[in-house]
Each structure stands twice: as C-alpha cells, then as structure tokens.
C-alpha cells in the first residue's frame, strides 16, 4: 500500500476500477502547502476531472498528512460538498468540519460610480480641514506665546536650543555646498553674457541682488524645508505611533508648547542666520568666478557690493527668512500631529509635509516680491 | 511525542550587545513535536534567543541549525524554504499596518505564487475561523483592533502556511484571563490538528504549565535547568525557585498537580 512514502512526497492519484465496475481514486502521500510546492495548479484541474464523476469513490486513507490548504483544495474540487462516498482517516475529519461550518467570505464592496465626484468633494474638504487646522494651531501658538510672556519661567529654553542647533547649525553644511555651487554657476554664466556687451561691472549688480533679494532666501527654505521640515513631521508623526504625545497629554504637558512652540521659534531664528550664511557663500562662489572670468578684483567686487545693492534688500531677505522660517516649522508640526498611528499614514504625512512647506515657501516668496516692489530696487 | 530529533539545535551559542553579555555557551535542542517554553526573568534575553534561532540576529559565537541545517550561509532558495516552514507570532503582533487584516493573512500565501485567490480567500477566511474572529472584521485595518484581536490575527497570519515550527513570543501577555484560556485552548487544539513544533518565551506560569512539554530556563547568561517542568522545579536553582515557588507559582503548580504527575 502507499504508506511506505517517503515523509516529505507529494500527493499521488491512483484510479482504480473493482470487478463490479465501481472506480476508486486512492489518495496518497502529504497533502500539505510544503509537500505540494509546483504541483498544486496542475492537481487543481486532476482533482476537478476526477469529481466530475458523482459516483467515484475517494478513498483518502492513505494520506500522510493535510493541513489546511490541501483540505481546501480537495473540497473546492468537490464544490464544497462532501462526495457521496468518501473514505476519512479520523484526524482529517475535523478539517472538513471546519470547512463546512466556515462563514462565507463577505462580499466585495460595489464600486460608487460617482467616484470622480466623491473624489473631488473629498480634496476639496481635506483642504479646508487643514486650512482651519493650521489656522487654529496658529491660534494655539498665540496663546501660549501670551500664556509665557506672563509666565516666563515656563519659556521651553532647552528645547528651542536643541532645535536651533539641529535646524541652524547642522543645515551650514549643505547650504553652504549648495549656495557656493548656484553662486558660481550664476555668475559664469551672467559673465558670458555681459562680456558681450562690455558690461563687465554690471556683475556686481546682478550676482548682489539676485542672491540677496531672491536665490539665498528661497534656496536656503527650500533646503530647510525638505531637511528640517520633513525631520519634524516624521518626529511627531512617529511620538503619535509610539503613544507619545498621549503621555504627554496625560502629563498635562500640551503639545503646542512643548513640540510646537520650541521648533517655530528655532526655525524663526535659524532661518535668517541660515539665509544670510547661504547669501554670503553664494557672493564668494559669484566673485570667485567673477575673477576667474573676467579679471574682477576681490577687493573691488567688494568695495562695489554696497553701491550696487541697497542694504533693504538685506533686510527684505532676512525678513523672507524669519517668515518662511516659521511657517515651514509651523506647516511641518501640522502635518506631524494630524498622523494617525500606522506607517502608511507617516510615511504620506511626510511626503505631504515638505511639498506643502515648498510650496508655501514661494508663495511667499511671490507675495514678497509684489508687496516690496518698490523697495531696495533703483 | 518527546523523543524525536532535532528541529532546532543551538550549539554554544553566546550573544553579546556591545559589552554587555546576553548569553553565555547556551546549547539547546527543540524536539520534532514538542512545546518548549523559554522562561527567564526581564532581561534575560528569551526574545533575544528567539531572534537567533530565527536568524534575525547573528550570535557572537556559535552555531543555530535549522534541520540539520546552519541557518546563515544559505542560499535564497534554501532559506525560503527553511522560512517557510516557521511561523512567528511577535510579541506586539507586527501585523502591517498598512494592510487589512484579510491582506495581513494572505501576504504569506500570495508570496508563495502557486495559489490563486480563491484558494487564498477560503483559506484567509479558514485561519480566521481558527482564530475566532468574525468574517466582519476581515477589512478592517490594524489600527482599529484591540490587543487581543491584534494577537490573534497575528497568530492566524503566523499560521498561515501551517508552518511545523512556531514562535510564540509571550503569547498571552496583554489579554485578559479568558483570552489567554482561549489561546491556550486554540494552540491546544492546534497541536491536536497538525504536526506542530512551538518554541514559546513566556512569563506566564499558567500557559506554560498547560502548554509545555519541556521548560528551559535562562537566568545569569546561561540555561540554568532544561527538562520537564517536574524536573525543572526540582533544580536547585535561586531564580527557579524564586519563580515556580513563590506565592503565585505555588497556587498555579497546586491547581495543576494532576498535569504535573501524569
């Protein structure tokens, strides 16, 4: 008989037909997802050919073992019904019997045909929702900036120093790298083109207002933005994954005070510092490259700076610094809080936080550029 | 049942975490067939000796076979395979959160590439039948459950392939006492079902009295005591009697004395 398999075989058919000419199809072997492997798909259509004939006789007493899948796959072949003859060993009979009593899986869900509607009315709401959710968390921050005036004890000292160190003082590096490359680009080609005309000085007007006005600020929030932003939203996103900020809650330590409040006011005072930093970079790769090409002077370039550019300009881009500053630390902590605890959930919230913060970073800079029209440009 | 080969060998086995010494010449054989339950006090490094046998982390010495076979230097294929054939219920579950609970279970079973969704969807609802949760619940996400249901989704998903080896780590800690009767009662029946080999790290004297076959002890980075659970109770030993006899230990081994001698 079949029994002598080897423990690890795979299913074999056997189909027998007795003198009274009633057939018998002897199953033995495992039947078991391991011991099947490769041989389950070509078993599905055997099995189905054999069940075909009601009167057949399954004889399964030879079978080693059968865990689950095997048990579904013989009573799937049997249109889940147990054959008119059958033949069990007693251990496998509670597989079956689970398998009659199993539920019916629920229904696929229709698909709403009015998707694209539902859709749309969906963004349009989850843009208002942020919209007040920014708006209050902006609130919040007002009240307890009033709430520490009154009680100066309270100021979270520690934390904002934390932050301007890991927003201001680690970010020196890669804008540094960034403004020099920008400067020096900026200027090679400006360079090329105003030798042309023999307007060689002029270099000194464009690299000066260019990267004061415009490229530092907006390269440095760009940078900050997609470094410290995205840091600050995977940080809170992570404490609501870990049930931090409900320890916190329970503490009675409320959120905007301690998370939110410190990052707004580093970012606020990094940001200048760290426009300023890449500004000057910028003017050093600009000059460099201003000597290479056109035979500049270091000390004439900079003895020139302040005729060709006015000192607003400085100030308009520091000022685009502490707002773009605070307003990336601000859009960053929303987007961290509203994270609900699964990884899908932080990893969107991050993505979602820093293309938010960029973007917002060059309205500002747009909405700059109107309101200060006349200021700083001669 | 207890006299077969072995599974799982853990050959002189040491673990350290910087300077910090975990486990010193452990040497451990799980049987074909048997419950073997890992006691040892907080940070005795139970769950770090599951990772090993798992080969989630690589010991600082020694050897862990898998059937005979080391469990590093395999191929993929070979490795997969070995994979295959063990189930791991994590200690806080580890179900993805990303998936529903239906997708948490069949991510085993569509990853193997030779059942087709029919057959996966009758088996994901069979394994949550084992498991006694309501068809219901099967879109539901991870996030929405309880303790309890997290855990037995996990169990169902760790026996998903209807391993031969499984992992329990504390299997029962974090659900009520009901539940854990009802956990134990479900490995129980399991065991009853299918050929099924569990390596079980646990605190709870209740589970591991009903469960195991054998016990190994871990206290002071070595294996203190490994036998039945007679046995180990009879070791002279600090931690042993510190655990097994003391106010609790003492009523839960009187309510099981019939177990204990038969």
New interface residues.
Partial sequence: MPENQGSNSSIVLRRVTSEDGTSRLVLAGNC???A???R??PL?GELAAHAADPELQWDLTGVT?M???GA??L??AWAEHRPRHLLLQP?HE??FC??E??????AP?ARDRLWPITVLGKAVFLLWDHLIGLIALSGQLLLDAMYLIGHPARVPWREISANLYRTGAQALGITALVGFLIGVVLSFLSSRQLQMFGADIFIINILGVSVIRELGPVLAAILVAGRSGSSMTAQLGVMRVTEELDALTVMGIPHSQRLVMPKVIALGIAMPLVVLWTSAVALIGGMVVAEIQLGLGYQFFLSKLPDAVAIANLWLGLGKGVVCGMVIALISCHFGLRI?????SLGEGTTNSVVTSITVVIIIDAIFAVVFSNVGLR | MADGECIIEVEGLYTRFGSHVVHEDINLCVRRGEVLGLVGGSGSGKTALMRQMLGLETPAQGKVRFSGLPLHGQDRKKLQ?MR??CGVLFQKGAL???LSVYDNIALPMRE?R???E??I???????L??VDID??H??K???ELSGGMIKRIALARAMA??P?LLFLDEPTAGLDPQLSDAFVKLIQGMR????LTIVMATHDLDTLVALSDRVAVLAEQRMVALGTLQEVINAKHPFITSFFCGERGKRILENNRGILQG
Avoid: C
Avoid at chain 2, 192 to 195: K, M, S, Y
């Fill in positions: 078991t997802l391991t099947l492997g490769k389950l798909q599905v073992q865990d689950d899948a579904v796959l009573w799937r251990e509670r597989l689970r398998l009593k199993m539920p019916a899986p629920p869900i609900k605890s699964n990884t899908e | 395979y295959n054939r993805f959160s990303a193997l030779t059942l087709d029919d057959i969807r009758r088996l994901v609802m069979l394994k039948k084992m068809t219901r099967a879109t996400m991870p996030a392939l209807d031969e009853h079902e299918l050929p």
